[in-house]
């Protein structure tokens, strides 16, 4: 075990970490298993024995912003459970369209009170945008009047929302804009509230699979779901987007993304929040969209997403007790490691959020970004 304790303590070194140390980065281990299991497991280890409470943290979101930055993962070799899962990631469509509501079942089912607690007053579990924004609410209302701004949006238009949410982005655009919105989601529950905050809009809700929508529309918005796509499907996603639609609409895709391409989830985040969850990079999008589009704008802000998941840490403890007799107190440390875990890793620029505009036969003239 003082073997094992000695490696993980050169390697925290390497980030400017120490254990029991005094620094609010640094990490108080309670239970000496927790090495063994961190360098057998990799980030599975981490996370489940945060979890477990082998080990706490005052600022966890530094923590992890640290050993990101110094590329600790990897330095510590995978073992063979990480090897089955990306045979696995290979040989099976773990985003198949059998497969497609699981994750709208084990997240965003979890339980609508919970979000409403998180989540600004119109609900939006996406990137906000942080530019000439002070709060929360005005950060998410800038996000979407930007993708409205960014596709041209115009009264009596008819958009479709992939993966719209409990309907923020479709219901803002009805109210501000004028126009008229189809908005597809995998979650039972997105659909009952969302239907209910629309209502009398000309907005409709359906639990639907992108898979499954053959109709036109002027323009195609997709926010916050790319990254449950997975890497077998992102062709057959952007031939979906473009058969619906029209030949002079543009179709703006928000999501996260990785700065290398990659088949399998990363397993802590796979096994608890985002199940089949893929991160898609710069090469794989621009696979999946060539010979269908004209890439128009590009814009990166994943520094606003450090901030967004910051804020929603924030408003998710100051409601915990509130809402804690929904949940267990194994929840709300996973669900704090994942809030700041993840803040951590867009802080390192370790994850990215695009922006992409993109057009069927390129805009004449050219497209004028807009920020």
Not at 7 to 33: F, Q, R, Y
Not at 45 to 58: A, F, H, I, P, V
Not at 144 to 170: E, V, Y
Request: a neutral charge; one cysteine or more; proline letters at 2%.
């Amino acid at each position: 075990m003082d073997r094992l304790k000695e490696t993980a303590e050169e390697l925290l070194c390497l980030a400017g970490v120490e254990i029991n140390g005094n620094h609010p980065w640094d990490i108080k281990v309670h239970n000496d298993d927790f090495y063994h299991r961190v360098l057998t497991q990799g980030s599975l280890g981490l996370g489940e024995s945060y979890m477990d409470t082998w080990w706490d943290c005052e600022e966890l979101d530094q923590f992890v912003y640290r050993i990101v930055r110094a590329n600790l993962e990897d330095k510590v070799r995978g073992n063979w459970k990480l090897l089955l899962r990306v045979l696995a990631a290979r040989i099976f469509n773990l985003q198949s369209k059998s497969k497609a509501f699981v994750i709208g079942e084990r997240h965003y089912d979890l339980g609508n009170e919970l979000f409403e607690n998180m989540l600004d007053k119109r609900m939006v579990y996406s990137c906000a945008y942080w530019k000439n924004a002070n709060t929360l609410d005005e950060a998410q209302e800038n996000k979407l009047d930007l993708i409205c701004r960014k596709i041209g949006l115009q009264p009596g238009m008819r958009i479709l929302d992939i993966g719209c949410g409990w309907g923020s982005l479709a219901k803002y655009a009805a109210e501000k804009y004028d126009a008229k919105v189809v908005g597809i989601t995998v979650s039972k529950e997105q659909v009952t509230l969302g239907r209910d905050l629309c209502k009398g809009l000309p907005v409709e809700i359906r639990l639907q699979d992108y898979r499954d929508i053959s109709e036109s529309f002027d323009h195609v918005v997709s926010v916050g779901m790319f990254e449950h796509v997975g890497y077998k499907n992102y062709k057959t996603f952007m031939r979906c987007v473009r058969k619906c639609l029209k030949d002079d609409g543009l179709f703006l895709l928000h999501t996260i993304g990785g700065n290398e391409s990659v088949i399998a989830p990363e397993p802590w985040t796979h096994k608890y929040i985002f199940p089949n969850g893929l991160l898609p990079s710069i090469r794989q999008i621009g696979a999946a969209i060539e010979g269908l589009f004209v890439m128009e704008d590009w814009h990166n802000f994943s520094v606003d997403y450090d901030r967004t998941l910051m804020a929603w840490h924030r408003n998710f403890e100051k409601s915990w007790d509130a809402i804690k007799s929904n949940y267990d107190e194994r929840f709300y440390r996973m669900w704090r490691y994942f809030l700041l875990s993840n803040a951590g890793a867009f802080r390192a620029r370790k994850n990215q959020l695009w922006q992409l505009v993109l057009s069927k036969k390129g805009v004449e003239g050219g497209y004028a970004p807009i920020r």
